[in-house]
């Protein structure tokens, strides 16, 4: 992620800090899908040492501790705020962008909940986050397929994330390093009363690192005119979410 993409991404989700834990229920079912498809795949009850990165404030932090044992956890996050998720959980703080910054260890987890959509090459993500396992170490993690957001994005909204890919990609990125043990996908759509409430939510959620700066009244009523046009029915407007993940193992 080049320096400026990042600085948006991490503004925005630090903005979004104090509202992100209660209004990411998606974000919340992903990270309990995740840790029980790991817990169901035959991984050990206690890892020796353990990385999570895009920890932001904890869904999946919390569901970790609460299902497995760790001698060390480190939580990583581009927001240095998430060092109070650190403070929570009992867990290490390394603050900064997961593509760049060092990583401390050779891991026996490697773990990380709707963040790999943020990064531009989640496939180059996951090949080091593969040569970061210890021998048998094991890795669980999600991100967003093509059909995330689809509606904004049939309207024209630049808030699509650039690491939108397929679970077939997150299992060709591991391939020949690690044993693919699941890859999973599932659609879920919310909905709003009116666009209105979509951005909302978005903010809320940190995602508008690249979503539209500038909101000229005639900007948001066409938006809000199109998504009601193309989207609108009885139920609202809807959203659509468009989970993948993979839980894979290296071979001892
Ligand atoms: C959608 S939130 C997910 C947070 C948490 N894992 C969860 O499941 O609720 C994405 C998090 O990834 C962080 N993030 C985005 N890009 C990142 C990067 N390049 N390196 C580290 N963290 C990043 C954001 O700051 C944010 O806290």
Redesign the pocket.
Known sequence: ?NVQM?GR??RS?SRSFRT?HDC?CQ??R??DRLVHDLRNSGAPQQFTSALE????????TERLRQSFGFGRLTI????PE?DETAAAFGADFLC????TVAWPYQSALIA????IQ??PDPAAFLRRAANALVPGGWLAVSGFGPEQYRELVQIGSAAKAPGLCRPEDLASAVDGALEVVAVGETRRQMHFSSPRKVLEHLRN??VNGRAQSVWTKSRFLAFTNEYVRQFGGEAGVPLTYHPIWIIARKPG
């Open positions: 992620m990042a991404v991490q989700f992100y990411a974000q919340a992903i990270a990165f895009g920890c932001g404030t904890g869904h999946l990583n996050d581009l927001s998430a900064g962008d997961a593509e990380s909940a709707s963040m943020w990064l959620t940190g």
